[in-house]
């Protein structure tokens, strides 16, 4: 799930410096998710890659993104 569609799953009764800050925890958790699935993703090997039905072209694009990139 994104952080804007976690943004929107808040309740709405929250002040408004409480949805900020949530909501900044909620990107930084989904960027450090992303930047440490990626580096899983670099360690695999082509047999691990066809596995999980992946090719080393696609791995590679896919690692070689920045943390914030979806």
């Known amino acids: 799930m994104s952080a804007r569609t976690l943004h929107r799953a808040l309740p709405a009764n929250l002040p408004p410096l409480s ?15 992303r930047a440490r699935g990626r580096r899983a993703l ?12 992946l ?3 696609r791995a590679t694009r896919e690692v070689s993104k920045s943390f914030w990139q979806d």
């Open 19 to 33: 949805r900020l800050l949530v909501t900044l925890a909620l990107t930084f958790a989904a960027w450090e998710t």
């Open 42 to 53: 670099a360690r695999l090997d082509d047999h691990l890659l066809r596995d999980i039905g």
């Open 55 to 57: 090719n080393d072209g």
